[in-house]
C-alpha cells in the first residue's frame, strides 16, 4: 500500500493554471503506475491522465491539453493544467496501482486500488 496526498487545488480563473502535485509515501514508487481522475457531484470519476512507472503516458481525448508527469525520486506525480474552463470545475483525485511492467498506462478507475483524498479545482468564469 502507498499513501497518496494531493495539493495544488485552488481557485483560478478561466484561462488559467495550476499544478497538482500528489506525494506518495514508501520506498517504493518506482514500482507503482499513476494516474488522475476528476470527480464533479453526480458524476462518475473519470480519467484524466496516467503515467507508466518509467513515463510513458497518456490522456483522456477531452483533457489532452493537461500534462502528467513524475518525479521518482521526490516519490512525486505532477498533473499540469492549463487554459482552465469553468466546467472543469472538480475534486481531482491521484490513484496509484502497483504493475510489474515498465510501460503499462492503467486508465480505468478500476485498475486503481490506492486514491488520494482529492484536491479540489475551482474555475470561475
Known amino acids: 500500500q502507498v499513501q497518496l496526498v494531493e495539493s495544488g487545488g485552488g481557485l483560478v480563473q478561466a484561462g488559467g493554471s495550476l499544478r497538482l502535485s500528489c506525494a506518495a509515501s514508501?520506498?517504493?514508487?518506482?514500482?507503482?503506475?499513476m494516474g488522475w481522475f476528476r470527480q464533479v457531484p453526480g458524476k462518475e470519476r473519470e480519467f484524466v491522465a496516467a503515467?507508466?512507472?518509467?513515463?510513458?503516458s497518456t490522456s483522456s481525448a477531452d483533457y489532452g491539453r493537461f500534462t502528467i508527469s513524475r518525479d521518482n525520486v521526490k516519490n512525486t506525480v505532477y498533473l499540469q493544467l492549463v487554459d482552465l474552463k469553468p466546467e472543469e470545475t472538480a475534486v481531482y483525485y491521484c490513484?496509484?496501482?502497483?504493475?510489474?511492467?515498465?510501460?503499462?498506462?492503467?486508465?480505468?478507475?478500476?485498475?486503481?486500488?490506492?486514491w488520494g483524498q482529492g484536491t479540489r479545482v475551482t474555475v470561475s468564469s
Open positions: 503515467i507508466s512507472r518509467t513515463g510513458s
Open positions: 514508501g520506498r517504493t514508487f518506482s514500482s507503482y503506475a
Open positions: 490513484a496509484a496501482v502497483q504493475r510489474e511492467s515498465e510501460i503499462e498506462v492503467p486508465t480505468f478507475r478500476y485498475d486503481y486500488d490506492n
